[in-house]
């Protein structure tokens, strides 16, 4: 069975962002608990045992399978159209993005890993490391997405599809000034908002883009 780029890369936006969501959204929380720093994470994935391990494991695949998505379809507004060079900003970014997804998500494993092995002071160090590095990565998220909006709008072949890429450039835009004020969404009811909305406008995006094919 041949399976076009577009097709794929449809699918991985839809499947990428729920289950990334079902992930950290639902399971996570509840079958692992909150945890705000390299300690509590350490923590709380030890009290977990192998299904924080699994779920951490997950949850980063089906993240890094939602950008992969996202690159493609970047890629494929970068072909030609209003907007393509933006586009193909937008799935360089997004390569740069997965790469740090892979790196944080490996060295949070491999924290786990050393503490399960013993080795306390490497764990930490590798929580620590894993925890921070995800500093800019609001900032690169949300650039990522922003760029993608453009083409996304100027390609538009109707008008729900020029609306989902004015919601995703608004959606994405709130992110990056909040990363600049260094305003803290992550628990809040406007972050989970924001969350919510990304994840609906990918799939609908994803579902459009299987309806062109």
Known sequence: MNISSK?????????????????????????V???NSPQEFLGKMAEAGNIGAL?????????????????????QLGEGGSGATIG???AILGIVLGAAI?????????ALAAGSAG?????????????YTGASFGMLFGLTYLCLSIPMIGQASNMFQKVLGY?????????????????????SILGII??????????LTGIANLRKE
């Not at 892979?102 to 491999?110: F, H, W």
């Not at 080795?119 to 925890?131: C, L, P, R, Y």
């Open 119 to 131: 080795d306390e002071a490497s764990a930490m160090v590798g929580a620590q490391v894993s925890f």
């Open 194 to 203: 924001i969350w919510l909305g990304l994840v609906v406008v990918l799939v």
């Open 7 to 31: 097709t794929l890369s449809s699918w991985l936006l839809i499947l990428g962002a729920i289950l990334t969501l079902v992930i950290w959204v639902g399971l996570e929380p509840q079958l």
């Open 167 to 187: 919601l995703l450039g608004l959606i994405t835009l709130v992110m990056i000034v909040s990363t600049v004020a260094n305003l803290d969404l992550q628990d």
């Open 55 to 75: 779920l951490g494991l997950l949850g980063g695949t089906f993240f890094l399978a939602q950008i992969v998505g996202t690159v493609m379809f970047a890629r």
């Open 88 to 90: 193909n900003v937008a």
């Open 102 to 110: 892979i790196v944080t998500n490996d060295l949070g494993l491999s």
């Open 33 to 35: 608990g909150d945890y």
